[in-house]
């Protein structure tokens, strides 16, 4: 069964910074493009930044120079380190497959940017 299990979230002032860590099932990791999507509250989810497997990276203009992604093939591990953040980072964030797979969404998990 795929899964994959978020982590890393927490409560940060503005300005601050935070690591998020994605565990991906090893069947699915080493041969797909991996993305961070969030859904802040009351709006849609969006995709924030994607990394594919040869490791070039493409991130949403909300997002650019102040977020980065990596990924440890050993590991199976997908990371999203936000720098420089923002009120408007606040959202649930969750790791998928880009394009995102329906059944393969986890339980996220929560960023507060606030002071």
């Known amino acids: 069964q795929v899964q994959l299990v978020e982590s890393g979230g927490g409560l940060v002032q503005p300005g601050g910074s935070l690591r998020l860590s994605c565990a991906a099932s090893?069947?699915?990791?080493?041969?797909?493009?991996m993305g961070w999507y969030r859904r802040a509250p009351g709006k849609q989810r969006e995709l924030v930044a994607v990394?594919?497997?040869?490791?070039?990276?493409n991130y949403a203009d909300s997002v650019k120079g102040r977020f980065t992604i990596s990924r440890d093939n050993a590991k199976n591990t997908v990371y999203l380190q936000m720098n420089s953040l923002k009120s408007e980072d606040t959202a649930l964030y969750y790791c998928?497959?880009?394009?995102?797979?329906?059944?393969?969404w986890g339980q996220g998990t929560q960023v507060t940017v606030s002071s």
């Open positions: 998928n497959l880009v394009p995102s797979r329906l059944n393969y």
């Open positions: 990394i594919s497997t040869d490791g070039s990276t």
């Open positions: 090893a069947s699915i990791f080493s041969t797909n493009t």
